[in-house]
């Protein structure tokens, strides 16, 4: 089982940057694709960025292509997204999640993932 925490967000000025961190305590964070999902107050939650097990395959919304880069560090256990040139609809409360089963390639589709973290807000402001 993992056990996900995210890190990082915050309030930031329209243009600013951000980097939020999910930290994994399972053993099997290795072996599990990992994915970044956002949701705004009164939207459904949406796709945002994700990684294969080794960081050598990554997908991303098109909303956030060019600007955000998803990376992971599989000696400390997390993954990372990096978010520049926000912009006030990036606003949105974000989590990671993990799909385990043994080095599944990353998906799109929130009910492919397993775990949840509890998610941290990013507030940006125009």
């Known amino acids: 089982q993992e056990h996900l925490v995210e890190s990082g967000g915050g309030l930031v000025q329209a243009g600013g940057s951000l980097r939020l961190s999910c930290a994994a305590s399972?053993?099997?964070?290795?072996?599990?694709?990992m994915g970044w999902f956002r949701q705004a107050p009164g939207k459904e939650r949406e796709f945002v960025a994700a990684?294969?097990?080794?960081?050598?395959?990554?997908y991303y919304a098109d909303s956030v292509k060019g600007r955000f880069t998803i990376s992971r560090d599989n000696a400390k256990n997390t993954v990372y997204l990096q978010i520049n040139s926000l912009k006030p609809e990036d606003t949105a409360v974000y989590y990671c999640?993990?799909?385990?089963?043994?080095?599944?390639?990353?998906?799109?589709?929130?009910?492919?993932?397993?775990?949840w973290g509890q998610g941290t807000q990013v507030t940006v402001s125009s």
């Open positions: 999640a993990s799909r385990n089963g043994g080095l599944l390639m990353p998906s799109i589709r929130p009910l492919s993932y397993d775990y």
């Open positions: 399972g053993r099997t964070f290795r072996s599990a694709a």
């Open positions: 990684i294969s097990w080794s960081g050598g395959t990554t």
